[in-house]
């Protein structure tokens, strides 16, 4: 499988590696920045571009992982390819990418840091295709890595999105308003990291409001 | 190490269950219902008690983990004794202990559920005694199962018991409402797991604000 990978940030870096590690032929890599695409494009051993006019016209997918508000553009300047063009935004509908040949979402549900690897087996993988032949692909790529498939139309991965940024940006915000707070008072953060492991820990083999415990019920 | 334990619930059963797993002797589990104590002294293969009368007067360490507000209640029938009485409570003074001969907090932070076996290695123990002798003892118990030693005041104790209640209870509360999002759109909670469980592993070596990232970034 050929990938054209547009973007050079967390999810373009993780996903292309992962694809790489699983066999699958990274084309090109596309961004604003040259030198952001350079960088990515070194550690997968493929070409940088940061001229969309000069992107691959017969890759089998084209996977977009720019800002949302970016995705519009990047789609627009694929216009005739036959590849499947997919992005990978939580918010965004499929319909941005209407009046491409075939198109698609692939919403990887994590969270991607710059600098720490992570296993991207069973990871959900969020697809929505224009046809079946696209969900299929996805599907299969998917399945190369390992990942959870799960078919979610754009309705439902809003609200998916949302449950996310209140399961883990706001858990994250709440971790570091308990910093600021300990830092204040001379206490190290280290003392609460049992405790957020632990709390996460215990909701993954059961539903959140079961296992509600600790400092608040005490 | 002979060990009296007042109180049958969460934090007594783990906590009687790592000490007796490190040698320590649990002479007697107090409650003030009977077949509660009976359940957890059967466990620990000692005397189950709920007449406070009939508490052993020569241990070395009353393990206090009643709800916050039967601690004094408790601790009153013990004045006297001349081993060490300690609570476990975050959010209550060291001076609900006041009279006693000898007397401290020892505050796990730690969330503990019923029917979850957990390590209580590397847990943090809060120390607080009121005397360098009650201190030491507390802190031989502690590093017997392994935790994380920190001495805490009073003071300091109540802002970590509340940053350990944004840490834990909030986020818990969030993963909640996430859920009921999802349940409500026939989404499941599967789809969630991962991405608590990254969010948390990320604040493990790293500081809560530098690794702000997933869905709310994008």
């Given at each position: 499988m050929k990938i054209v990978c547009l973007g050079s940030g967390n999810v373009a870096s993780h996903l292309t590696a992962a694809f790489?590690?699983?066999?699958?032929?990274?084309?090109?890599?596309?961004?604003?920045?040259?030198?952001?695409?350079?960088?990515?494009?070194?550690?997968?051993?493929?070409?940088?571009?940061?001229?969309?006019?000069?992107?691959d016209k017969n890759a089998d997918l084209y996977l977009i992982a720019v800002k949302d508000d970016a995705i519009k553009d990047v789609a627009f300047s694929l216009f005739g390819v036959q590849g499947l063009v997919v992005h990978t935004s939580g918010a965004t509908s499929i319909?941005?990418?209407?009046?491409?040949?075939?198109?698609?979402?692939?919403?990887?549900?994590?969270?991607?840091?710059k600098h720490k690897d992570l296993n991207l087996s069973g990871t959900p993988f969020c697809l929505e295709a224009s046809s079946e032949e696209g969900f299929n692909l996805m599907q299969q790529l998917g399945s190369a890595i390992g990942a959870a498939i799960y078919r979610i139309d754009s309705e439902q991965r809003k609200i998916l999105h949302l449950a996310a940024v209140f399961a883990c940006n706001f858990s994250n915000h709440l971790y570091h308003l308990a910093n600021t707070v300990l830092a204040s008072n001379n206490l190290k953060f280290d003392l609460l990291r049992p405790l957020i492991m632990e709390t996460a820990l215990k909701v993954q083999h059961d539903v959140p409001i079961k296992v509600q415990t600790g400092p608040a019920v005490r």
């Open positions: 790489k590690g699983a066999g699958m032929e990274i084309v090109q890599v596309w961004s604003r920045n040259l030198s952001h695409a350079d960088t990515l494009a070194a550690s997968l051993n493929t070409q940088a571009i940061a001229d969309l006019k000069l992107v319909d941005v990418l209407k009046g491409l040949a075939q198109y698609g979402v692939l919403y990887p549900l994590q969270t991607f840091s």
